[in-house]
């Protein structure tokens, strides 16, 4: 037999709003492996129905905190329970975060899974989840505030019938219904006789790139010689501003995708909101003041650009400017690439 350690589980409701505004968003649905010694079981999220759920859920999977976890109850044709504890030279429990909203929507019913909680604490839930071995809705729809079902088995079904034929022994006070596997009784429990479970998410989707400050630079398109764009994003305004500039003293030709009329420095002020990886900017366009012939310098409101990142080092400015009759698009890269990596670490931190 194994005995687990101990560990005190400080569950103050007082901490559930910060918990909750601390966890990531789900924005996409994701499946979640559950790699076993009897097979894999894939589970799809029901972030739509339980959002709260899901992304702690992802949370404990995508950190590692049920690494070496096994399965430790399971009463058949009812529930197989995980997540709870990790098996490493012995039993620990896994290092959970603070409880969560009870988010009740979908029944209990077979193949569903669902997060465990305290008795009479709806808003208890942790790491610990269960598979539904059968239509339990009668009875876990209608206790604790009902239990929130935030994901279904979407194939490996019959791993799951066969992780319930398993042998149940007592593993000690906390185990009183552990499956195991290949088990003699008198032996010692190994990580071998465990319904141990490896869970990685699939598919976890790349973030949409959103335009933050790590976008502040110098652009330009490497075909179109003396032309470029300084751009500046302010995320608290929630605006962007372009500067489009042109050093060329004899216009590019005429099949270049930008050419802004007449030879020598000319420039233009873009600004407007931006959205996601999108900025809709109105052109200001300015004239006079050159360099080497100082004179009144005139600005009026010419167009529009419209600026799309696909990423840190790579876009495109579409113009449309009536009033000299020109619209096209052009691609966009960085002049240097020095501040690619801000721009990746603060897209990772969105």
Same mark, same amino acid.
């Given at each position: 037999?194994?005995?687990?350690?101990?560990?005190?589980?400080? +569950?103050?409701?007082?901490?559930?709003?910060?918990?909750?505004? +601390?966890?990531?968003?789900?924005?996409?649905?994701?499946?979640?492996?559950?790699?076993?010694?009897?097979?894999?079981?894939?589970?799809?999220?029901?972030?739509?129905?339980?959002?709260?759920?899901?992304?702690?859920?992802?949370?404990?999977?995508?950190?590692?905190?049920?690494?070496?976890?096994?399965?430790?109850?399971?009463?058949?044709?009812?529930?197989?329970?995980?997540?709870?504890?990790?098996?490493?030279?012995?039993?620990?429990?896994?290092?959970?975060?603070?409880?969560?909203?009870?988010?009740?929507?979908?029944?209990?019913?077979?193949?569903?899974?669902?997060?465990?909680?305290?008795?009479?604490?709806?808003?208890?839930?942790?790491?610990?989840?269960?598979?539904?071995?059968?239509?339990?809705?009668?009875?876990?729809?209608?206790?604790?505030?009902?239990?929130?079902?935030?994901?279904?088995?979407?194939?490996?079904?019959?791993?799951?019938?066969?992780?319930?034929?398993?042998?149940?022994?007592?593993?000690?006070?906390?185990?009183?219904?552990?499956?195991?596997?290949?088990?003699?009784?008198?032996?010692?429990?190994?990580?071998?006789?465990?319904? +141990?479970?490896?869970?990685?998410?699939?598919?976890?989707?790349?973030?949409?790139?959103?335009?933050?400050?790590?976008?502040?630079?110098?652009?330009?398109?490497?075909?179109?010689?003396?032309?470029?764009?300084?751009?500046?994003?302010?995320?608290?305004?929630?605006?962007?501003?372009?500067?489009?500039?042109?050093?060329?003293?004899?216009?590019?030709?005429?099949?270049?995708?930008?050419?802004?009329?007449?030879?020598?420095?000319?420039? +233009?002020?873009?600004?407007?909101?931006?959205?996601?990886?999108?900025?809709?900017?109105?052109?200001?366009?300015?004239?006079?003041?050159?360099?080497?012939?100082?004179?009144?310098?005139?600005?009026?409101?010419?167009?529009?650009?419209?600026?799309?990142?696909?990423?840190?080092?790579?876009?495109?400015?579409?113009?449309?400017?009536?009033?000299?009759?020109?619209?096209?698009?052009?691609?966009?890269?960085?002049?240097?690439?020095?501040?690619?990596?801000?721009?990746?670490?603060?897209?990772?931190?969105?």
């Amino acid at each position: 037999m194994f005995k687990p350690n101990t560990l005190h589980i400080n +569950m103050r409701l007082s901490f559930l709003l910060m918990a909750f505004l +601390m966890l990531p968003v789900a924005a996409y649905a994701s499946n979640v492996v559950i790699e076993t010694p009897l097979g894999n079981i894939e589970l799809e999220m029901l972030e739509d129905d339980a959002p709260i759920t899901v992304a702690n859920f992802l949370q404990y999977v995508t950190e590692g905190n049920y690494e070496n976890a096994f399965m430790h109850r399971l009463e058949k044709d009812f529930v197989i329970q995980g997540g709870g504890w990790v098996f490493n030279e012995g039993a620990t429990q896994v290092k959970t975060n603070q409880p969560i909203q009870n988010e009740f929507k979908v029944s209990n019913t077979r193949g569903t899974v669902a997060m465990a909680k305290l008795e009479n604490q709806p808003n208890s839930a942790t790491s610990q989840w269960f598979i539904n071995l059968e239509d339990n809705s009668a009875n876990l729809d209608n206790q604790n505030g009902g239990f929130t079902v935030f994901a279904r088995v979407v194939s490996g079904m019959e791993i799951v019938n066969a992780i319930n034929e398993l042998q149940i022994i007592s593993g000690g006070p906390a185990f009183p219904k552990l499956p195991v596997i290949n088990f003699t009784t008198g032996d010692t429990i190994a990580t071998e006789n465990l319904v +141990m479970t490896t869970l990685t998410e699939l598919n976890a989707p790349a973030k949409p790139f959103v335009l933050n400050p790590g976008l502040n630079d110098a652009w330009f398109e490497p075909a179109t010689n003396g032309q470029g764009f300084f751009i500046m994003v302010f995320p608290t305004l929630g605006t962007v501003t372009a500067s489009w500039f042109t050093f060329d003293t004899e216009l590019p030709p005429e099949d270049a995708p930008a050419n802004l009329i007449g030879s020598g420095q000319r420039w +233009m002020l873009a600004q407007g909101p931006f959205d996601g990886n999108t900025a809709e900017l109105k052109i200001y366009n300015t004239t006079g003041g050159l360099f080497d012939e100082p004179g009144t310098v005139t600005t009026t409101q010419g167009g529009t650009i419209t600026l799309t990142f696909d990423g840190c080092n790579s876009g495109t400015a579409q113009y449309n400017i009536p009033s000299i009759n020109r619209q096209g698009t052009i691609p966009i890269q960085r002049v240097a690439t020095d501040n690619v990596g801000v721009c990746e670490a603060m897209q990772e931190a969105q």
